[in-house]
C-alpha cells in the first residue's frame, strides 16, 4: 500500500472518532473475519490480540512474536478496503521508532497502545509511558505517517476482583487520560470500565475521544452513545464467543458418533 493510501486509511479513521455518534469496532482476528465485519457495513476493521495470538498458537499479552502478531495484521490490512486499526499491545518491547516503521509497513490506519508492562504485570508509570507514546507521535509525524493512536488505560482492568468500587479509580484514570492525549494520543481506551456513573464522569472529564469496551454488564450501545462515547470496541468478546461456538458444535457432532 502506497504511503498516501495509508494517510487516507489514518483520516478516516481519526474522522470517525466522533463523541456521542461512535464508531463500533467489532474486533476481529483473520482475513476472513476482517473481510466478514466489512461485508456487514462496519467502516473499520480493529483486531484483537487476544484472538490473533489464539490463532497463531499463542497466549495474549505479548505470548506471540511481534513479528507474527504484525505480520497477521499486515495480512488484514491487504484483505480489505477499509481502514485496519491494530491492537499493538504493549509494542512488544520495541522503541518507538521500530514500532512505527512496523506499522507502516502493515499499513496500519491505527494502533492501541496498552500501558501495561507484560514482563512484570504491572503498570507502567504513567509519566514514563507518556514520555513513550510522545516519543511515538514524533516518531509517526517525521516519516508523514499520520497513525491514530488509542492509548488504552489498564487502570480498572488491574483492579479486575478487588471490590473496589470502579467510581474510586476514575481520578487516577484522567490523569492518565490527559498525560497520554498531551503526549499526542488521539484517543484513550479505559478497558473494563463499565459502571456507568464512573464511565459518564471520566468521558467528561476526558478532553479528547474515549473507546469504551463493550461488556454485557456494562451500559448497553445506545446508552454508551448517550454517554459520549467515541469509539465502542468488543475486543476479544466476539472471538471467545466464536469459539464457545464452535466447541460447541464439536460436542454435538461427537456426541452423535457415540
Do not use: K
Not at 494517510?7 to 476482517?34: F, Y
Not at 507514546?133 to 499520520?146: C, H, I, S
Not at 490523569?175 to 473494563?192: F, H, K, Q, S
Request: glycine share 12%; with cysteine; proline share 5%.
Amino acid at each position: 500500500m502506497t504511503e498516501r493510501a495509508t494517510n487516507d486509511r489514518c483520516d478516516r479513521l481519526r474522522s470517525l472518532q466522533v463523541p456521542g455518534d461512535p464508531l463500533v469496532l467489532p474486533n476481529a482476528w483473520d482475513v476472513a473475519t476482517a473481510r466478514a465485519v466489512v461485508a456487514a457495513g462496519f467502516p473499520v476493521v480493529a483486531t484483537t490480540s487476544g484472538g490473533v495470538a489464539a490463532t497463531l498458537g499463542y497466549e495474549d499479552h505479548e505470548g506471540a512474536p511481534g513479528h507474527e502478531m504484525l505480520a497477521a495484521a499486515a495480512r488484514m490490512v491487504a484483505g480489505v478496503a477499509v481502514p485496519v486499526t491494530v491492537d499493538a499491545e504493549a509494542g512488544y518491547g520495541m522503541e518507538a521508532g521500530e514500532l512505527v516503521a512496523a506499522l507502516a509497513r502493515a499499513g496500519a490506519a491505527g494502533c492501541n497502545l496498552e500501558d501495561t508492562d507484560h514482563a512484570t504485570g504491572a503498570q507502567r508509570d504513567p509519566a514514563r509511558h507518556a514520555a513513550w507514546l510522545r516519543r511515538v507521535r514524533e516518531a509517526a509525524d517525521a516519516e508523514g505517517y499520520r497513525l491514530v493512536v488509542n492509548a488504552r488505560i489498564d487502570v480498572f482492568l488491574a483492579a479486575l476482583g478487588a471490590g473496589r468500587p470502579q467510581g474510586d479509580l476514575v481520578g487516577e484514570a484522567l490523569g492518565r487520560a490527559r498525560a497520554y492525549l498531551e503526549a499526542g494520543a488521539d484517543c484513550v481506551y479505559p478497558i473494563a470500565l463499565r459502571e456507568r456513573d464512573a464511565l459518564a464522569e471520566l468521558i467528561a472529564g476526558t478532553p479528547g475521544p474515549v473507546n469504551v469496551l463493550a461488556l454485557a454488564r456494562g451500559p448497553s450501545l445506545g446508552e454508551l452513545t448517550e454517554l459520549g462515547a467515541a469509539r465502542i470496541s468488543y475486543g476479544t468478546l466476539l472471538h471467545r464467543d466464536a469459539m464457545a461456538r464452535f466447541e460447541g458444535v464439536l460436542e454435538e457432532l461427537r456426541s452423535r458418533g457415540r
